[in-house]
């Protein structure tokens, strides 16, 4: 008992120092890398490579080129959509591997029983053993079929996740621009109201206004910094979003840059590029794969071919009498054919499960066309409707300003009250806070429209990089 107490421990040392080793044998990676495969993926689905990570780490004014880069490779979204396509093209090499021969060494140990004048059946050995594949019936070239589709689907999905990406970066990057550009007004107002200020008390002491006007304006003073408060909470609340979604960690300073100039495109079009678009194919892919594991499932109903054999490489020799030793072959080769009757497998009730599941599938793909045809029209739309109302609300805007400068003279010359100065500073105020607002939800639509037409897809990213300050800024 203690010696094979002892053997046993032998065994699980042995076991223990094979599985290290084999662990040891795997590539590793740091925590957060991305595998070069699942690079080189990412660096054609969106058209960001090193050079443009290493641009945007170098800079110190944030472009949503730069943006989007960094969350390229700075998060985790594109690198699991990237592992999901190896993952599929590593079951592509194994589904491929159905029709290769299978070698494997085979080892016995007989222990002799009762003694008897025949020959013993059951004899120590050890031997190669080898299995060919002839005819499989359907389920390993449906397998093939199925993993090629995979590939394809995954590598779409990577696309549209790209697009998709970078529409979420947008959100993020007009957000944080747009909680900038209300903190700026706010100060800017209040400077126009401290003026003010300045202006009352002048004429109260020299008996040309009331003190009830002070307290009027303190009144509007102390709920703008409220405002301003209110402001620049609002303001971290979009830096932490712009973070999250891009990966950058500590300060940053956002440039803002000009927009895409105008589509291609037309309403006409949405038609052609519905079926053009990444989820589209996708989906169109998928009733593919779908179909294949209807072939799956047929597949288990017919008959299989193989060819087997061995060779001997060692064996105990064993005789029939005390003259006459029997010889064993050192090889033996089979044609073996097998004909499914029973199993779990074999029911008609997988192909009715696979069926509809094609079905589904194609259901699936009117949805998704349906969905980006609308989600194409939709953005159109908006971003036509939303540069309409930029230019009204930039007239808005306008009109404002000269009304606070012709109140503000009026007032200077006893013409008007405190109150009308109050009210076109609002006005004014107001009216910036739509006008950047109308703009930067402008560029937001167009971005979301480029990416609902697959216009950055890919290497046409280029066509969001070029550019440098917004024009006016």
Partial sequence: MIHQHRNGAAQRRCITLLLCALAAMAPRYPAGAIDDGVK??????????????????????????????????????????????????????????????????????????MSTRYLTATRSMVSLYARLPIITGLDEVSSIKASCVETKIREMELSHTAGRLLYDVAAAYYGVLQAEKSVENAEEIMVLYERMLRELRRRVDIGRSRQSEILRTNSQIFKLRADIIA?????????????????????????????????????????????????????????????????????????????????????????????SPYRYRDYTVNLGVEFPILGNDITFAKVREANSARRQAELSLAGTMRTAGEEILDSYHSWKSSGEGLDAYRRALASADDNYRTVSNEYRLNLVSILDVLTAITALQNARDDYETANLQHRLDRVRLGVAINEFSGDRIVRLKAGGKQAGQ
């Fill in 40 to 113: 080189k993926m990412i660096a054609r689905a969106t058209g960001i490579g090193s050079g443009d990570l290493k641009a945007a780490r170098d800079k110190k004014g944030i472009t949503l080129y730069d943006a989007y880069a960094l969350a390229v490779y700075n998060t985790e979204r594109m690198a699991m959509e990237g592992e999901n396509s190896l993952q599929a093209r590593a079951r592509r090499e194994h589904a491929v591997t159905a029709f290769l021969p299978r070698l494997s060494l085979k080892a016995n140990r007989a222990f002799p029983g």
């Fill in 231 to 323: 402001a620049k909470n609002t303001l971290n609340h979009a830096r932490i979003a712009f973070s999250t979604v891009t990966g950058i960690e500590g300060d940053f300073v956002l440039e803002d840059s000009v927009a895409p100039g105008e589509p291609a495109v037309t309403p006409d079009d949405a038609e052609r590029i519905t079926a053009e678009r990444w989820d589209v194919k996708a989906a169109k892919e998928n009733v593919g794969y779908a179909k294949a594991g209807v072939l799956s499932a047929w597949g288990m109903h017919l008959p299989s071919a193989f060819i087997e054999g061995s060779y001997i490489l060692y064996q105990e020799t064993k005789r029939t009498s005390a003259t």
